[in-house]
């Protein structure tokens, strides 16, 4: 269920607004949180980058020679220029079961956004489609090349006010983002293969209640220019990166008692106070 998001409509708020509000999606997917209720603001969700070797040439991404085109055919690893990663299945290969010597470099750490690329994707489009951090994977001592890396994310996105909302990823070269409630299949979005660098949503708004859903998000590159952004709108409001507190790590669920639960406490704190003192004044 992908729908693209048009390049203006993250230039211009706006349109941006009029653009969902025109595509306005009849019925919006109704998707009751995974835990649901108040939860303590997040600091970021836990991130797997990996560097592939230029040189790997094990691709189970399957080539159709005759019609120039991927999904059929024989595996793309079996063409002599057929090295590096293809697709989605060469993501799962990497971060699930890599093959012996397939991995070069690794970097695995909380990340407070989720808007990464390569030192190409900021030079040449970075003016355009907005900056973001170099990929952790490449910092001082990392590997040479930018090419072929992988990315992985995975937590919770913390809803704090019920609405409608659609989320982004703005990706080159592929991805696929899966969204999970409760009692119900993921919702997913994807886009395998090699594409033009592009942010995809959600075709439909999402109608989501105040609690958490977990969710996964990974990414590839394959050569030159690499990015993954997360982003999200609500109720047709410009798109906007996923903000720190609303990801939360899977190791730190901290639910916040509901209003209603304090108050109880609260009365109940003052009824033990008010018995301690007419205990005291008894004494
Ligand atoms: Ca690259
Ligand atoms: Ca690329």
């Excluded at 649901?36 to 991404?61: E, I, M, N, P």
């Excluded at 093959?99 to 909380?110: C, K, L, V």
């Excluded at 937590?155 to 703005?170: H, M, P, Q």
């Excluded at 119900?184 to 395998?192: F, G, K, M, Q, R």
Aim: net charge negative; with cysteine; proline share 5%.
């Amino acid at each position: 269920m992908n729908t693209r998001v048009p390049r203006w409509c993250r230039l211009a708020p706006v349109l941006a607004l009029v653009a969902a509000a025109g595509t306005a999606m009849a019925d919006p997917v109704v998707l009751a949180p995974e835990l649901a209720g108040r939860y303590q603001a997040g600091t970021g969700v836990d991130a797997v980058f990996l560097k592939v070797h230029d040189d790997w040439q094990q691709s189970t991404v399957l080539w159709n020679q005759a019609e120039k085109q991927f999904g059929s055919g024989v595996a793309v690893s079996t063409y002599g220029w057929g090295t590096g990663l293809w697709g989605l299945a060469d993501w799962q290969t990497a971060n699930l079961n890599p093959t012996p010597g397939m991995i070069e470099g690794s970097w695995a750490g909380r990340v407070s956004q989720i808007a990464f690329g390569d030192d190409m994707y900021n030079t040449l489009y970075g003016a355009k489609w907005g900056s973001v951090d170099l990929a952790p994977l490449f910092g001082s001592g990392g590997p040479a090349s930018q090419e072929n890396w992988t990315s992985s994310f995975g937590g919770y996105i913390r809803i704090t006010e019920a609405g409608l909302y659609n989320f982004s990823v703005l990706h080159d070269d592929g991805f696929f983002f899966r969204l999970r409630g409760a009692g119900s299949p993921a919702l997913e979005i994807d886009n395998d293969f090699l594409n033009p660098r592009d942010a995809l949503g959600f075709d439909q708004n999402l109608l989501l209640g105040v609690g958490l859903y977990s969710f996964e998000l990974g990414a590839y590159d394959r050569l030159e220019a690499g990015v993954v952004e997360l982003s999200w709108a609500r109720n047709g409001s410009p798109w906007t990166r996923v903000p720190t507190e609303n990801l939360v790590a899977f190791g730190d669920v901290t639910p916040v008692p509901e209003p209603g639960t304090w108050t109880l406490l609260l009365s109940g704190l003052l009824a033990v106070a008010s018995l301690a003192a007419r205990r005291r004044r008894r004494s």
